[in-house]
């Protein structure tokens, strides 16, 4: 599975535009990127998921530049609710069931 | 309601005991993960299976074990070789959707929070 690097924390405010990177160098040809959203003291829950270029949702954006080795959730205006960890995990969807491999996220802070 | 439903959520186990933590799902998922979670750090992964009677070892399974006799249901039994349990513990699952031939995201139980006393 491939290795994922994300900052560990990034603050923003309220109204504001966030963009969180996540490298993944080794990322293989059937590998999917997809992001996780975490509240504290809940599961985790899907944000979004793509495989190249643009990927949009009521939710959020991913970029995804023509190399794959790294890709960007986009939350736009974010508001004080997405307060929260936020995981990116690289691997096969297509393949049969794998591993599921999270590692420590981002953890967002946005302020008034 | 379909979903993912872990139980209890709160336990507190005394030194020396084995508990099991319930995990049941109604969405007739295929896949189904456990996974361990730390104040402030991510989660990791102590089993996973992907069918029916078979499981894998994840990153952190000393001191775990677990079942698969129904497909609905995968319990977790922390066992006293189990030197540090006390932790928030995660439930997921998910399926293979024929249609686009791939895995779904995974959804998420509510967790159980474990404590030893």
């Known amino acids: 599975l491939a290795k994922t690097t994300q900052p560990i924390s990034m603050d923003s405010y309220e109204g504001q535009e966030v963009n969180i990177t996540c490298s993944h160098n080794?990322?293989?040809?059937?590998?999917?990127i997809t992001w996780y959203q975490q509240f504290p003291s809940q599961g985790p829950r899907f944000i979004i998921q793509g495989y190249k270029t643009k990927v949009t949702n009521e939710v959020a954006s991913l970029f995804i530049p023509a190399d794959r080795k790294s890709s960007t959730l986009s939350l736009p205006r974010v508001s004080l609710s997405d307060t929260a960890v936020y995981y990116c995990?690289?691997?096969?969807?297509?393949?049969?069931?794998?591993?599921?491999?999270f590692g420590t996220g981002t953890r967002l802070l946005v302020s008034p | 309601d379909g979903g993912i439903t872990q139980s209890p959520k709160y336990l507190f186990r005394k030194e020396g005991q084995n508990v099991t933590l319930s995990c049941e799902q109604n969405l007739n998922h295929d896949a189904m993960y456990w996974y361990r979670q730390d104040p402030g750090q991510g989660l990791r992964l102590i089993y996973y299976s992907q069918i029916v009677n078979d499981f894998q070892k994840g990153d952190i399974a000393e001191g775990y074990s677990v079942s698969r006799e129904k497909k609905e249901s995968f319990p977790l039994t922390v066992t006293s070789a189990q030197k540090n349990p006390t932790a928030f513990y995660l439930c997921a699952s998910r399926r293979w959707d024929s249609h686009l031939s791939m895995n779904t995201e995974a959804f998420f139980g509510q967790g159980t929070r474990l404590t030893v006393v």
């Open positions: 995990l690289v691997g096969p969807m297509n393949t049969g069931f794998q591993k599921l491999v």
């Open positions: 080794n990322i293989a040809t059937n590998d999917y």
